[in-house]
């Protein structure tokens, strides 16, 4: 088996960098396009036997180092009893957002084995066929970023509700948290039992947080998720965006792998962190549009601020972008294999 | 005349620390409401008589240490050929944005004396009825934001037709931000001679760059204002958000005050920066939407991490936004004068 990227999670020597691509089963590929044509983004999610053959098709295409199984963070959030729809071009709506503490209360606390059985349905699936070609990647929402959907009803500027929420009715915020918490714990160990590797915990709005706040409404919940699945032994992975000036906190916290956004030098970043963590990360993805030799240089540059040392895992700094060029996306991967090696 | 402000950008010792707030000039008062029922956002803009009587509207409504000029960076623009509008509810819209080398040689080089007069003659207005009660603040886009909103045509997500720009027409790009630097430069320099006491220098999108491209297609155009600003002995103050990852660049950056937005501890920024900067912030301004004893903590925190050093302004990480309550405000000015006295 190809197991780069997990001894990359363990600051463990790799033959050479491995490489993976935040959103790689997505819309920049025909193939994916192909099966879109056919489906609803949530039926796709749904149907076990599509995510996996979904999961598969960069896995196929590409010499990635990891496959992430195809899923989306919010369905998770049915079970609880929030009304979820995809609306064409744009994006996730919540029927019912969480206005008030009676709201909260009356979320459920749902067993993902249950609600989420489609999603562990298509881990089984993967790993069947991939058959110990690389590993397979879980993954799930981070509490306030899932809080802050279902708080917002959808995207947000200034996630001015779920911060009013914060400050207004702290109670009912922790317990809120509290109960997000326990889902992602009981989602990522029904992952892990069902055959995920490793497992990534996207906190992708969290940026938007002061460090104070995050202190306070976020960081312990974070903690609470990454102490349990320390205990499983497998990686786990923490990313958020727009996070530079929070790497003191996240320091903190006891996960493996910290990805890194693509707004700072990944060294600085690293520097940061310590060497107790190995880090994920950090291509511009709008990169992927400039002409080869741009692209190669930002890459380099990338690998050279790794400077070989173990734990390094090469990925975008963000999720891949539709309409990125396929043929970059090859070239990218078999650069940093090429590159990188010993 | 109250100098704190001036004292503070010079790293002086102040009685109290000032504070003024981006946007203070805005739709979360009544007073401006009132008068942007009668005209047009760029009227107001272009009517140095309204214009000024809006920079005035927070100066008399609260104990403020500094006014801004109410105008917007977009107007300079047009007097190199470009069209602009505001629509209703959209914001800003460019209705030839640059799409080529081509476009980009087309473009003029305005004298901003014609071109922007209405700002100089707003200023000259303010000054004038300010009566050195606090300084007035001038102020211009920044070379890589206005760059990219002429490119955009408006506002974006990944700024992907801007980063192309860069990375395919290198000269083409490297021309523009000249162009654009010359014109915030001359823009600049006739606000300081119509009476700007400081200046400030918003790179509002600048944090959607990678440290890589920052340093070869932003950071010299910058540095190369503030090193002809300096030479007037105005204070000069360079702001952008999402910029935490590059403050180990910005401190080459030969400028008075750093503008820290609210995702960083003020003291992490500043100890990033040096001792050389004077530092601006950093309160998220949606705790403006918390309830008081919220508010005042995190107003009391970053006055300590502040720590009655020498060279903090005290202002939001990001402007005011729409609906933030008054009375808010008024009690943030007010705690922070007597929090901070000596």
């Known amino acids: 088996m190809n197991d780069r990227f997990l001894r990359a999670c363990r600051r463990q020597p790799t033959d050479c960098t491995p490489i993976w691509l935040m959103r790689q089963a997505g819309r920049y590929m025909p193939e994916y396009r192909a099966v879109r044509e056919r489906y609803g983004f949530l039926e796709m999610v749904k149907r076990p036997e599509v ?3 979904i999961t598969m098709q960069p896995i196929n295409a590409f010499a990635l180092d990891a496959a992430i199984i195809f899923a ?27 206005r008030t503490p009676a709201d909260v209360a009356a979320l459920r606390q749902p067993d993902p084995h249950e609600t989420a059985a489609f999603t562990l349905e298509a881990i089984r699936l ?30 947000s500027r200034d996630y001015r509700r779920t911060k009013q929420f914060m400050y207004s009715q702290p109670e009912a915020w922790h317990l809120l948290m509290q109960k997000l918490t326990t889902l992602v714990i ?31 409404y976020v960081l312990p919940y974070v903690q609470q998720c990454a102490t349990r699945l320390r205990e499983t032994g497998v990686p786990t992975i923490y990313f958020g965006t727009d996070m530079n000036g929070l790497l003191p906190l996240l320091r903190q916290i006891d996960v493996d792998v910290l990805g890194v956004d693509w707004r700072i030098y990944l060294d600085d970043a690293w520097a940061q962190l310590g060497p107790g963590f ?12 400039a002409p080869w030799p741009e692209l190669e240089q930002r890459a380099t540059d990338i690998l050279n601020r790794a400077g070989g040392r173990e734990g390094h ?12 060029p396929v043929e970059n996306v090859r070239r990218l991967i078999e650069y940093v294999h090429e590159a990188s090696q010993i």
């Open 51 to 53: 995510a996996a053959a």
């Open 72 to 98: 989306d963070i919010l369905p998770p959030l049915e079970g609880m009893g929030i009304d979820l729809t995809f609306e064409q071009g744009e994006g996730p709506v919540i029927h019912n957002p969480l």
């Open 126 to 155: 993967v790993r069947r066929e991939l058959a110990g070609r690389v590993p397979l990647i879980g993954f799930s929402g981070a509490p306030f970023t899932l809080a802050s959907y279902a708080i917002e009803g959808g995207g």
């Open 186 to 216: 009981d989602y990522l160990l029904a992952q892990v039992e069902a055959g995920a590797q490793a497992v990534q915990v996207f906190d992708s709005w969290a940026g938007a947080l002061a460090p104070f706040d995050y202190t306070i």
């Open 278 to 289: 190995a880090v994920q990360g950090n291509l511009d993805p709008t990169t992927l549009f």
């Open 313 to 324: 895992i090469f990925n975008l700094g963000h999720g891949i972008q539709t309409e990125t």
